[in-house]
């Protein structure tokens, strides 16, 4: 069965140094897809990155890194040089073409950035 | 376009009412999904459109929910006798496919 396991509850890091927040998944599927979704206070959902299961090249986008990598089964996600702005929940998320697309949510990780 | 809107942002009701949530999803996603956030949980899917067609529904949905998506635009997603249990928060996600997924800001329900 599909799973999506991201077993830190909450990271507390200070302003500036560097994070990674960890996610492990499980599927049967050779085509998935991978996400990575914010959720700060608000409590709105934002999308950060989608990979499929076929690109494994890592992704950065300005202080954020995604390290995918499926001999591990695992999705990372780096946020360089955090920064307060950064403090909120962060879910990871699979879904395969044989389950019409929905999502698997992992627990989520909260991210707190002291200044 | 100005993504997907979810109305109510809070509704507070007494256990025992019914309550109906909208979503309007972006104009051109043919797919629309529900699911169901808890406090420090990750969502939960509910039920799933493709067009107007309600193609999948979750386990997890009592036969007091009820989710429809008229002429494919807007859906439409109904608790009856509400309980406590069903305090959450509602998201709304549309999507053309395997792209990433819009959500919309969510209804918070609170039963009391």
């Known amino acids: 069965a599909q799973k999506v396991t991201q077993a830190q509850t909450e990271i507390s890091v200070v302003e500036k140094e560097d994070v990674t927040l960890d996610c492990v998944y499980e599927?049967?599927?050779?085509?998935?897809?991978l996400f990575w979704y914010k959720q700060p206070p608000s409590g709105e959902l934002v999308f950060l990155i989608r990979r499929n299961s076929f690109d494994e090249q890592n992704e950065i986008s300005g202080r954020y890194s995604w390290n995918f990598q499926k001999s591990t089964s695992s999705f990372n996600f780096t946020i360089t040089a955090s920064q307060v702005v950064d403090s909120a929940v962060y879910f990871c998320a699979l879904s395969e073409a044989g389950s019409n697309y929905q999502l698997i949510w992992g627990a989520g990780t909260k991210l707190i950035i002291k200044p | 376009d100005t993504g997907v809107s979810q109305d109510p942002r809070h509704k507070i009701t007494k256990r025992g009412q019914n309550v109906t949530f909208r979503c309007d999803p972006i104009?051109?996603?043919?797919?629309l999904y529900w699911y169901r956030q808890t406090l420090g949980q990750g969502p939960e899917f509910l039920t799933y459109?493709?067009?107007?067609?309600?193609?999948?529904k979750s386990r997890l949905l009592s036969d007091r929910f009820s989710a429809e998506r008229p002429k494919g635009s807007f859906s439409t997603l109904e608790i009856q006798r509400t309980e406590q249990g069903d305090s959450a928060m509602y998201l709304c996600a549309s999507t053309l496919g395997r792209d990433g997924y819009t959500f919309g800001s969510g209804t918070r329900l609170t039963v009391v």
């Open positions: 459109f493709q067009n107007e067609a309600q193609l999948e």
């Open positions: 599927t049967r599927d050779t085509t998935y897809y």
């Open positions: 104009s051109e996603h043919n797919r």
